[in-house]
């Protein structure tokens, strides 16, 4: 089976809509992390990482912060 991608997201707004705008980190069963950013509903990549030993039956934690204009993803 294929696990479905997990986000975590910060800034929502109209997210209810066709057109929502946040900021994410996607993780993938592969372990690859995207920073992402939607603005009406359009994504960007803003950065990835592919780790270097996938696991895909592991756990991991993530988090996501939003300071000001800036982003970090741990």
Do not use: C, H
């Amino acid at each position: 089976s294929n696990p479905v991608p997990t986000s975590l997201f910060v800034r929502g707004q109209n997210l209810e809509t066709t057109s929502p705008s946040y900021y994410a980190v996607q993780i993938t069963s592969g372990m690859e992390l995207q920073l992402l950013r939607v603005m009406d509903g359009k994504v960007t990549v803003l950065d990835q990482v592919q780790t270097a030993n996938p696991q895909s039956d592991g756990w991991v934690q993530v988090s996501l912060r939003a300071q000001g204009d800036q982003l970090s993803v741990r």
